[in-house]
């Protein structure tokens, strides 16, 4: 997969369980600002800004599977400890609203952990 379709397809992700968290948390003040963006609360809004500058910025985006993976952490800590309760939160729910985009964000997280156990043992 080239490096801008990984780059699209995280942000696509990210998005998606942005957009859950929000739902599922009943936030007030919803709003979109263009068709193509999700509805969220300004807090959540932020946060997809935020990570979405973040995963454009990459450095690493070629040889990484996901940000939980990488060893440079890009997000400041009090984002990535948000992002976490964002993921802990919505990724359980993924499989019910999303269930190819789980899969095939599973599908690439066990190929990223084989290549690595590959070149461990090698």
Known sequence: MDTEKKRQLEMEVMETII???CRGHHHANRCA???SEPSLCPDCRRLLTYARSRIAACPRMDVKSFCSACPVHCYSH???EKVREV???SGPRML???PL???HHMWIDYRSRRREKKELHS
């Open 101 to 103: 985009m789980t899969l």
């Open 96 to 98: 019910l609203h999303h």
């Open 33 to 35: 600002t263009a068709e």
């Open 78 to 80: 009090e984002m990535r």
């Open 87 to 89: 993921m802990r939160w």
């Open 19 to 21: 957009g859950i968290y």
